[in-house]
């Protein structure tokens, strides 16, 4: 069984520019969440989609954005990059939207903005 | 509001002696805890999770934890350290209510297995 996976694994980008992340939940998950994780700030909840509705957001700027498709894929999208948004991103999907299921996490994407 | 307190970013035990990682949450709802623990340049991996069936909880590699409502805790606990349990451990709360379905996580503890 196929585990949560995220694409790119790395990811370089200029300040100003725009980034897409693409997150593949396991197969009948439909709840996928979106963490970012840096050293000072540690791991940060962005926010959760379940059956193509966002559910609950984080305490992030407008510039983070993501949606969910059909098939529960989930991308997640930062607008006007600034050097401060370089982190690992995590996505974690959860067969349903329900707290006491725990979530199954990707390896992450690790985007530097220079 | 939910949170997690994770007392001690580093700590350090010799191969073969006991695990201790300790965690407090505060929740004003009944809490689901978790124990996540994150190998280098990879993501966060389930230990073990809570969830009012049974206080002491038991998960992989040897792992349990056990939950204590009067001390607010959720301590990690491993009876022999192996070298590959050298790792970067976090306690997560959820707190189910409305459509406050994230985890929390504590700020994280580094566990260093000596020889």
């Known amino acids: 069984k196929a585990g949560v996976t995220q694409t790119p694994r790395y990811l370089i980008k200029t300040r100003g520019q725009q980034v897409t992340l693409s997150c593949s939940p396991i197969?009948?998950?439909?709840?996928v969440s979106w963490y970012q994780q840096t050293p000072g700030q540690g791991l940060q909840f962005l926010f959760e989609?379940?059956?193509?509705?966002?559910?609950n957001k984080g305490n992030f700027p407008g510039r983070f954005s993501g949606r969910q498709f059909s098939n529960s894929r989930s991308e997640m999208n930062v607008s006007t990059l600034e050097l401060g948004d370089s982190a690992l991103y995590l996505c974690?999907?959860?067969?349903?939207?329900?707290?006491?299921?725990?979530?199954?996490f990707g390896s992450g994407t690790r985007l530097t903005v220079v | 509001a939910q949170s997690v307190t994770q007392l001690g970013s580093h700590v350090s035990v010799s191969e073969g002696a006991l695990v201790l990682l300790r965690c407090n949450y505060s929740?004003?709802?009944?809490?689901?805890l978790f124990w996540y623990v994150q190998y280098p340049n990879q993501g966060l991996q389930l230990l073990l999770k809570?969830?009012?069936?049974?206080?002491l909880v038991k998960g992989i590699n040897g792992f349990e934890a056990e939950f204590k409502k009067s001390e607010t805790s959720f301590h990690l606990t491993k009876p022999s350290a192996h070298m590959s349990d050298a790792a970067e451990y976090f306690c997560?709360?959820?707190?189910?209510?409305?459509?406050?379905?994230?985890?929390?996580f504590g700020s994280g503890t580094q566990l260093t297995v000596l020889p």
């Open positions: 974690a999907s959860s067969l349903q939207a329900a707290a006491q299921n725990g979530y199954t």
């Open positions: 197969s009948g998950h439909r709840s």
């Open positions: 989609y379940f059956s193509e509705t966002q559910r």
């Open positions: 929740s004003s709802v009944p809490p689901y």
């Open positions: 809570y969830t009012s069936a049974a206080t």
């Open positions: 997560a709360v959820s707190a189910e209510r409305g459509s406050a379905r994230q985890l929390t």
